[in-house]
């Protein structure tokens, strides 16, 4: 054995994947927290990236969650240094969306998941729709709603939307940008922060899960997370310049990319 073999057969062992795989694993997992930084849906390409070099699902799912919680924080830390999270609507929302994925999760045992990817099809379309048209995606949103509606209305789409992470997921934070923006009347970076706040908090509460039962490659998921960071330093950095430039036109490749998946898994019976 060369040289150059054992030292690849060390790196395989100690990540738990071929040298190829770190390759893809660094590329998606860069494209995702870029994407996810600014339109949410992040997750539609990492965690594909783990199963394309042969993790299982579990461990996939627990990997996954330990590099994108290390891209969120990041995110996350650069919105709240910006101003955009306003603690006092972003704590009850949290919470809100957390009691909701609790909701979820336990609801996905007595539905059949079936029926709302079907409905999911149908929606995604005038989703798309409704960016490409929407004026609201933007920070010129001027809020018609008092301080006490807002909250309350907001608190409820974190709810709902919390159900629908706990009981499917893909898509959670691009659909909290999108209602917070266009039912609540919150501004594009206001949004952007709430998101932000709960996909964190989220994150961290599923990846203690998976490491109390030891599922997290760590190595790996501390690799990806590297890649996750500079996506989503760079992401959020843009979305601070740039706003609806870039956040609209990515949301509608996440819209894409989501519908996508849906076809594909009810096709595969998944």
Avoid at 17 to 35: C, E, N
């Amino acid at each position: 054995m060369s040289l150059v073999e054992a030292f690849l057969e060390v790196v395989q062992n100690f990540f738990g994947v071929p040298w190829w795989g770190l390759l893809v694993i660094g590329v998606l997992l860069f494209i995702a927290g870029y994407v996810d930084s600014i339109a949410g849906g992040g997750g539609l390409i990492s965690l594909p990236a783990f199963m394309i070099v042969g993790l299982p699902t579990h461990a996939a799912l627990a990997t996954n969650k330990l590099g994108s919680a290390l891209g969120t924080l990041v995110s996350t830390w650069h919105y709240a240094r910006s101003g955009f999270i306003q603690l006092k609507l972003a704590l009850p929302c949290v919470a809100s969306a957390i009691f909701g994925s609790s909701l979820g999760s336990n609801l996905v045992l007595l539905v059949d998941d079936f029926f709302l990817k079907v409905l999911l099809i149908v929606v995604l379309p005038f989703t798309a729709f409704y960016v490409m048209r929407s004026k609201k995606l933007s920070n010129d949103v001027v809020s018609t709603l008092s301080g006490k509606k807002t909250m309350v209305i907001c608190t409820m789409i974190a709810f709902c939307v919390g159900i629908y992470d706990g009981f499917y997921g893909p898509g959670t934070g691009t659909f909290l940008m999108l209602l917070l923006t266009g039912i609540a009347q919150l501004r594009l970076d206001a949004a952007a922060g709430i998101t932000k706040a709960i996909n964190l908090t989220t994150n961290l509460s599923a990846l203690a899960v998976f490491l109390y039962h030891g599922q997290v490659l760590i190595p790996l998921g501390l690799l990806a997370g590297v890649f996750c960071i500079a996506g989503n330093f760079l992401g959020s950095h843009q979305f601070t310049s740039k706003g609806s430039l870039v956040a609209r036109p990515i949301t509608l490749v996440v819209i894409a990319i989501f519908l996508v998946k849906v076809i594909y898994d009810l096709a595969c019976g998944i």
